[in-house]
């Protein structure tokens, strides 16, 4: 057991190295974030959502201490569901063509989001602030629902819409740029399948707001306050926290798993380790004669000692083959929960068995100190 747990530990751990280490697609750090929920009595019209945000935008960007100001309905990582299909529809197919297109994200986004979050615009070209509600139907696609939808082609200059109500004339949309694939739901998955249009030709009330700052969290939620209320004095804003303390907060179950086995891991290595002490001592105190007449014969305490660490090495090793079988089932179910966890993975397996024969090494080595130095006279005596 205490192999099955240490090995798991280790395969976690190591998991969670590669999945902090890899890449998510964009750039967090640097970045706070709030929430901001525009009223429907207020805020009826897109025109008044657009100039609401317009001006959110370019006061929050003029204040100091900020970079740079952007907004999306549902940046990736953020834990952000989405209540319905997004049901889309290529130029040329019917509406129940349509219904075997995969289910893309969505999120309405403000022109310089791509900059703010340094996500990667591969082809085209990014919105610009006259995408509105004036101009010609836009969107954006990233490239693995690129490659889904048109296998083989240039995704630049076709037609997608968002045909929710399986109307037979949706609004088509021309896609104008193709950006880099992102981690949508969980730093574990696959790239998500992304479809952007700028907020100025949606009804997207509900905004994330993505700051650039280098000010601290307690200041920069002031500032930010203290200048929205000034455009609107009952507007709510909500939801503070960094961008990157948001991504972590999204691998707290692993955070758990890993510490609970390292928890776990590390009684049953005590407990094994104390068992393995218990027996030896009971050997030891079992063998008094026969100790005392081998080095009354002349016998080496050096010898005795490694006879006796010898015989718990190779109890440990019993328990490291069984539990070495145990540890590769166990990693197989880490496999299929997280894909970026491995079944075998050597350092992982390797550093358990050190860890466990150098816990028996200890656990064995003061029973036979005092086999090395069992006084024969005393030994026969006691007989």
Not at 18 to 30: L, T, V, Y
Not at 40 to 51: H, L
Not at 102 to 127: D, M, T
Request: aromatic letters at 8%; one cysteine or more; hydrophobic letters at 45%.
């Amino acid at each position: 057991m205490a192999v099955v747990l240490v090995c798991g530990a280790g395969l976690l751990i190591r998991a969670f190295d590669d999945i902090q280490s890899a890449s998510n697609g964009f750039r967090a750090e640097g970045i706070s974030t709030f929430r901001i929920a525009l009223g429907w009595r207020r805020y009826g019209s897109r025109e008044q959502i657009t100039r609401y945000y317009e001006q959110t935008q370019q006061t929050l960007a003029n204040a100091p201490g900020v970079s740079g100001v952007a907004f999306g309905s549902a940046p990736p990582l953020m834990r952000q569901e989405q209540d319905e299909n997004n049901v889309i529809q290529l130029d040329g197919q019917s509406a129940v063509e349509a219904a075997s297109n995969p289910f893309p994200h969505v999120q309405f986004i403000s022109e310089n989001y791509l900059e703010v979050l340094k996500l990667p615009l591969v082809s085209g070209r990014a919105f610009t602030r006259f995408d509105g509600e004036k101009g010609d139907p836009v969107a954006l696609v990233s490239q693995r629902l690129a490659e889904r939808l048109w296998p083989g082609q240039n995704a630049l200059g076709k037609r997608i819409a968002l045909n929710r109500s399986g109307t037979a004339a949706p609004a088509f949309r021309t896609v104008v740029g193709i950006t880099g694939n992102v981690r949508q739901r969980q730093l574990a998955e696959t790239a998500s399948l992304d479809l952007y249009i700028p907020y100025r030709q949606s009804n997207a009330a509900n905004q994330y707001l993505l700051v650039k700052t280098n000010l601290d969290d307690s200041a920069f939620r002031a500032l930010s306050e203290n200048i929205l209320w000034r455009i609107d004095s009952e507007q709510s804003l909500f939801d503070f926290q960094t961008y990157t303390r948001r991504i972590l907060d999204g691998l707290w179950q692993l955070r758990l798993s890993r510490m609970l086995l390292i928890l776990f891991g590390g009684a049953a290595l005590l407990l094994a380790a104390a068992g393995i002490f218990g027996l030896m001592s009971y050997l030891v105190n079992q063998r008094q004669r026969e100790l005392g007449i081998r080095l009354a014969l002349g016998a080496q305490p050096g010898m005795l000692r490694f006879q006796i660490v010898g015989q718990g090495v190779r109890i440990a090793l019993g328990g490291l083959l069984l539990g070495t079988a145990g540890a590769y089932m166990a990693g197989s179910a880490i496999r299929s929960l997280l894909t970026t966890a491995k079944t075998f993975d050597l350092i992982s397996y390797a550093a358990t068995v050190l860890v466990v024969l150098a816990s028996s090494i200890l656990a064995s080595a003061w029973p036979a100190e005092r086999a090395a130095r069992v006084d024969p006279i005393i030994a026969l005596r006691e007989e």
